[in-house]
């Protein structure tokens, strides 16, 4: 009989790089370099509103990024993290965006950690890489310098630790889950404010949990350990929260309709792969269910997932139709929950599961590169060779100022409807709507052109309202009705004379696209 060592030597280095040590870094490192071509496709596209005051907040000193977010109403963690991130990869279009990336391809191993920690199947920790790396959904955001790959990232191991510590783990291994549980929500909390979403949802899970457990004080105490801790770690920056909630929130969002709940899914996973999901992991969960006569932790791993995945978007529309603030981006949150709770119905399919995934995934690799979202680098582009430092740029959309600054030359003036600006990195939504409606032309406009110089220029930048769909709230509306009146005015300014306009034609349909009018005072 051969011994190990009278083993042929190949045999033994192809058993060796089929062990789990070295196929599953090499496995991960094969799905995040597919993962990485598919999402850098259109990173050096022109950055659009949002991502101008990405830019602006982050480059500044780092302890004055609190007290800019006052004005702007998001948390720190995303911009302080960027403000680093500029001085290693710069501020390119596709450096500032690499930051996003780097956390969208972070989420495919930390997918696969959880997979197995959840489902506890290699299979379905697989499965939940697999999804993470090709999901549309995230390659959107990777390519886009904004915090929602972050809060997708964050909500991983927020859904895991919470399961681990909560709903499987019943014995005393699951302090450390406890911790991480704490730190992750604490985390995710400082990065977007529709964790709170996410937070109210594992507290309804919690509550369900508590009722059917029959180890009910050391859940509680375990409870308030976590969610104790979290609320400890995020105590400095909620008097933040409430003011900005008390005096910014979005008033350019709409209240929700019904459909748009319903049409959460289709956007996060397709309109065909989430019916592929539903049927092919829907059986497998199904089978999970049915494999237990009694709640066992898989069962209740697959209920919590549910919860928190539905419970959160759910709130976040209710809450909205009291104070709306919602965008499909703002679902990152809550991606990891559906994407693990499909790989765990996939990993139990079988067969079935498999064929599904990789439909899901054929279908996700063909699905469309993000669009430019602005057309302002264009604009910039044909505009900014005809001015000069002491030029005037108003901008009727207060919140384009700072992606028009990163684009046009240095040393030029900002106004907006409100006046000067002297922070023309980050806009002021504070009471912001109050603030429009006390503007007018006369008030606003004349002082700034009775300034100007004679030869100097002003170039008016005003949104291209195609469509009154999008401009109907209240903020929307009135930059749409200030826009009109401030290009008629500056029409009728008898020592103003029209130079350039761009882009001369528009043609729909385009997202936030807007238009410059150059003009120079002659006398």
């Excluded at 993962?35 to 830019?55: K, M, N, V």
């Excluded at 959840?118 to 090709?134: C, D, N, P, Q």
Aim: aromatic share 10%; charged share 15%; hydrophobic share 50%.
């Amino acid at each position: 009989m051969a011994t190990y060592a009278s083993r042929p030597a190949w045999r033994l280095r192809t058993r060796t790089l089929a062990g789990p040590r070295v196929a599953i870094p090499l496995g991960l490192g094969a799905l995040v370099a597919v993962s990485l071509l598919i999402r850098i496709r259109e990173i050096s596209i022109g950055f659009w509103i949002d991502e101008g005051i990405s830019t602006g907040i982050a480059d500044r000193a780092v302890g004055a990024i609190p007290h800019a977010l006052r004005e702007d109403g998001a948390p720190p963690l995303y911009y302080m993290a960027l403000h680093y991130w500029l001085k290693l990869a710069g501020d390119s279009e596709a450096g500032v965006r690499s930051l996003s990336l780097f956390f969208a391809l972070l989420a495919i191993p930390a997918a696969f950690w959880a997979g197995g920690a959840i489902w506890g199947s290699r299979r379905a920790a697989w499965i939940a890489a697999v999804l993470m790396a090709f999901n549309p959904f995230l390659s959107q955001y990777a390519q886009e310098a904004r915090m929602y790959t972050l809060i997708a990232l964050l909500a991983i191991p927020v859904v895991t630790c919470f399961l681990r510590a909560y709903a499987i783990d019943l014995d005393e291994r699951r302090r450390p889950w406890i911790a991480g549980f704490a730190l992750s929500l604490a985390a995710s909390l400082y990065t977007h404010n529709w964790s709170i979403f996410l937070t109210l949802s594992c507290l309804v899970s919690f509550a369900w949990l508590y009722l059917i457990s029959d180890r009910r004080r050391e859940l509680l105490r375990d409870g308030l350990l976590g969610f104790g801790g979290a609320f400890v770690l995020y105590l400095p920056w909620i008097p933040t929260t409430l003011y900005q909630a008390a005096h910014t929130g979005a008033p350019w969002s709409d209240a929700p309709a019904l459909d748009s709940l319903l049409g959460v899914p289709g956007t996060l996973l397709g309109r065909i792969p989430q019916i592929v999901l539903l049927i092919c992991a829907g059986t497998g969960l199904l089978v999970l269910w049915q494999k237990r006569e009694e709640l066992g932790p898989k069962a209740r791993a697959a209920v919590v997932l549910a919860i928190l995945g539905v419970l959160t978007v759910t709130l976040a529309w209710a809450m909205s139709q009291v104070s709306p603030a919602w965008a499909n981006r703002y679902f990152a949150v809550a991606l990891p929950p559906f994407l693990l709770l499909a790989a765990g119905g996939l990993a139990h399919a079988g067969r079935l599961g498999l064929v599904g995934l990789l439909l899901v995934v054929v279908m996700w690799a063909q699905d469309d590169a993000p669009v430019e979202k602005s057309n302002v680098r264009a604009v910039a582009h044909d505009i900014g060779p005809s001015l000069a430092p002491g030029d005037l740029v108003i901008s009727t959309q207060p919140e384009t100022v700072p992606v028009l600054h990163y684009y046009l030359p240095k040393g030029l003036k900002y106004a907006t409807l409100t006046g000067p600006l002297a922070d023309v990195g980050v806009w002021d939504w504070r009471d912001g709507v109050k603030r429009l409606n006390a503007t007018n032309p006369e008030k606003d406009l004349k002082p700034l052109i009775d300034a100007l110089p004679v030869g100097r220029r002003v170039a008016l930048v005003e949104p291209i309202t195609w469509t009154l769909n999008r401009w109907r709230a209240p903020w929307t509306k009135l930059v749409r009705i200030r826009s009109k009146e401030w290009s008629q005015y500056l029409s009728d300014f008898p020592n103003l004379k029209v130079t350039a306009i761009q882009p001369p034609e528009f043609t729909p349909p385009r997202p936030n696209p807007v238009q410059a009018t150059v003009l120079v005072k002659t006398r």
